[in-house]
């Protein structure tokens, strides 16, 4: 070996190990990164759109109006005496930043593989700046829902303060689920064609277009395992109203917090495989 490359130093990027699950001060030194990648999302997502971030406003409030013909005229679903367009559209907003935080975090490392192959940064960027994505689509449409709910005469109380709250704990639903799906969709790939299928269903089993109260009491602990439940019940709650929603809101919460220690640990034990697999 040359005398001159006989002392210099290598060193081997890679994970921390161990079980700990997130290391905040490393996030805290990536911080920067992660800006960069949320603005390149924002650009990329409404880049040569004749509407622009209006696509935020347009999907939620087209399907709030579908809603309120099917479900609201035709079927005459139940809406807990608020006006049927107000009750659905309370519940898409959330309902739109957790569907959409799920399907572009799920893909989010796959996306992203030239970029894992070439330099060292916590993967765990990734999901988490879809997520953010989400919440910017989410605050541009909130403003649409404070205008419709003047339309219809409503004014929100003091609980509206904690909305905050409720679009965290969907962000935090949607990355419980996404470290889960965008791990596994490392290896395999079958999870990009099926995480649409199970927004689908999931929509559904999800009261946006229907109230928990259709749902037998002795039922709701159980229907409440579904996470969005608590989520949709408690925004509805902060806005429109009505009565605390405390054992839905219990339980989902626990699932939540379960799922996202578990997705932690498994997506920090998988990543050191990414760069591999991709």
Not at 8 to 21: D, L, S, T
Not at 129 to 144: I, K
Not at 233 to 243: H, K, M, N
Request: with cysteine; proline share 7%.
């Amino acid at each position: 070996m040359p005398d001159g490359t006989r002392d210099v130093p290598v060193h081997h990027i890679a994970p921390a190990g161990g079980w700990i699950p997130i290391r905040l001060s490393e996030l805290w030194e990536f911080r920067e990164l992660l800006y960069a990648f949320v603005w390149r999302e924002v650009r990329v997502r409404y880049k040569q759109t004749a509407l622009g971030v209006g696509w935020a406003v347009a999907q939620p409030l087209l399907t709030m109006v579908v809603f309120s013909v099917f479900f609201g005229k035709l079927a005459g679903v139940e809406s807990d005496g608020i006006p049927y367009p107000v009750f659905t559209y309370c519940a898409l907003l959330p309902w739109q930043l957790f569907a959409f935080a799920l399907v572009e975090s799920s893909n989010s490392v796959v996306t992203n593989q030239r970029l894992l192959t070439k330099v060292y940064f916590p993967k765990l960027l990734l999901p988490l700046s879809a997520v953010a994505v989400a919440l910017v689509d989410f605050t541009v449409s909130f403003g649409v829902l404070l205008l419709l709910m003047a339309w219809f005469g409503m004014t929100p109380g003091p609980a509206a303060l904690t909305v905050p709250l409720w679009a965290l704990f969907a962000a935090m639903t949607a990355t419980a689920a996404s470290l889960w799906l965008s791990a596994l969709n490392v290896r395999y790939r079958d999870i990009r064609y099926t995480v649409p299928f199970l927004t689908q269903i999931w929509l559904f089993v999800t009261p946006v277009a229907y109230p928990t109260s259709l749902v037998p009491e002795i039922w709701r602990p159980l229907y409440a395992l579904n996470p969005m439940v608590g989520v949709v019940d408690g925004f509805r709650w902060a806005l429109v109203g009505g009565d605390w929603p405390g054992i839905t809101v219990l339980v989902s919460a626990a699932v939540v917090v379960v799922c996202l220690v578990g997705g932690l640990i498994y997506f920090r034990r998988t990543e050191r495989t990414f760069a591999d697999l991709v």
